[in-house]
């Protein structure tokens, strides 16, 4: 049942028809739950679940954009942003709880671009970035007016720093470097990168999006973590998803500072308004008080014994994938992923057309480009089903290398990836983002 052009409807309906509604509606959704996506859900347990759920309801209605009225979100918000600093190797960072990655990098920008107006008198200011870099950097470029310099990737699908060094100009106000990227799962050469912008006395940031709250982890348990976070001299600024790997509810990213007198940059402060005097930390007005709270109960909840044990899981049981994988002789992983973020390709078969199969087999595996690619992040969610997901995998290799044709949107990707006019591909992705 699915009305087009909706109304708003005369009269109401009773609170069991709308959650009926809703529960139908979501049949057709990706089965995160069973371990079927292998993105846009980072699903700890039930318990975690229910923290987060019990948290949020707390705080569903708070609106966390005067401090003043609910000093408890205030609390919250300062201790999740201590507890990730110190995680991140400078208790005394200081920052703020966005509504996500998106947002963290876009106050970075904005700071980091203040900032060099201020300190250093840029007026046409220009970010060096990796081609691996987040798109959530193009989005910032667009909207603050920094043009986005890309540099190309190396060999280990890592920034190559002659490219980066030949890109800073007198323009740079900010150098870029990511832990890991979120399509192979590699971490930039963080201690390269912001040695360079020590050099040039410009502003580094780490994308810890995606590892900020498993690499110290994974550190912990022994693994090899190249210095990616403030331990390393020069790195000014950092981002962490708690809605990521933090195990939090949706909603919640830290921005990080290494001063103060940074994080002033982000802020927004009007006074001549007759509503009053309005000052605002981040990008919007008002804040759900939910996703703060739940962040805050979620660390408190697992505490470090419950990180280690989640990201022991969530480690293992990708390694088992990326073994199963590398043991199918027609797929390559591309580059050295660090942790539990991978992409394979292929010279034999067509992937997208793998991906195809393995939907019809009920997993839902996003699609790279350059090269074509397949691309996985893994949770506790897959623990149970190594077998499974490597055994579907190797059956649909198989069945594509037996000559299954590929259709539908295999061929859609592949007549994508391949065209040279990035123009005429931009009209599309914006002609389909236009039927909704
Ligand atoms: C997810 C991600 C982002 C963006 O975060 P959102 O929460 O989706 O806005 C930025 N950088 C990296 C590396 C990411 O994985």
């Not at 280690?308 to 992983?333: F, M, Q």
Request: charged share 20%; net charge negative; glycine share 8%.
């Amino acid at each position: 049942m699915y009305i087009v052009n909706m109304r708003l409807p005369p009269v109401g309906s009773t609170q069991n028809a709308v959650f009926s509604s809703l529960d139908e509606a979501r049949s057709g959704d990706a089965q995160w739950k069973r371990g079927r996506t292998f993105s846009l859900v980072y699903a700890a347990g039930d318990d975690v679940a229910d923290v987060q759920q019990g948290a949020f309801f707390r705080y569903f209605s708070e609106n966390a954009l005067n401090p003043m009225a609910f000093p408890s979100l205030r609390r919250f918000e300062t201790d999740v942003v201590a507890m990730t600093a110190s995680l991140l190797g400078d208790e005394s960072a200081v920052g703020s709880m966005t509504s996500g990655g998106t947002e963290s990098i876009l106050m970075a920008v904005k700071t980091a671009r203040d900032w060099a107006r201020k300190e250093r008198g840029v007026r046409d200011p220009e970010m060096v970035v990796p081609e691996s870099v987040h798109p959530a950097f193009e989005k910032a470029g667009h909207y603050f007016g920094v043009r986005v310099v890309h540099v190309k990737l190396d060999a280990t699908l890592r920034a190559d720093m002659n490219a980066m060094r030949e890109a800073v100009s007198d323009r740079t106000i900010l150098v870029v470097g990511s832990a890991p990227a979120y399509p192979h799962g590699v971490i930039d050469p963080i201690e390269d990168i912001a040695a360079l912008a020590r050099e040039r006395g410009i502003l580094c940031h780490v994308d810890a999006c995606l590892g900020g709250f498993l690499l110290p982890f994974a550190k912990k348990l022994g693994r090899p973590v190249p210095s990616f976070d403030f331990s390393v001299p020069g790195v000014t600024s950092m981002s962490a998803d708690a809605h990521k790997y933090g195990w939090a509810a949706k909603g919640a990213s830290v921005i990080l500072y290494r001063t103060r007198e940074l994080r002033r940059h982000q802020y927004v402060v009007y006074t001549d308004w007759p509503g009053g005097l309005y000052g605002s930390p981040s990008a919007p007005g008002t804040r759900p008080g939910g996703p703060i709270a739940a962040a805050w109960a979620v660390m408190r909840y697992l505490g470090e014994e419950g990180y280690l044990r989640l990201a022991k899981k969530t480690l293992d049981t990708s390694d088992a994938i990326l073994a199963g994988i590398r043991s199918i002789p027609e797929l390559r992983v591309l580059g050295e992923p660090m942790m539990s973020v991978f992409a394979f390709a292929s010279d034999e078969v067509d992937v997208y057309a793998v991906a195809d199969v393995m939907q019809q087999r009920g997993w839902y595996i996003d699609r790279q480009q350059r090269p074509a690619s397949l691309h996985m992040m893994i949770t506790p969610a897959h623990a149970d089903l190594v077998e499974e997901i490597v055994g579907d995998l190797r059956a649909a290799v198989a069945t594509v290398k037996n000559g299954a044709t590929s259709e539908g949107a295999a061929a859609m990707y592949g007549m994508l990836g391949k065209m040279p006019d990035r123009h005429a591909v931009e009209d599309f992705v914006l002609d389909m983002m236009d039927q909704w």
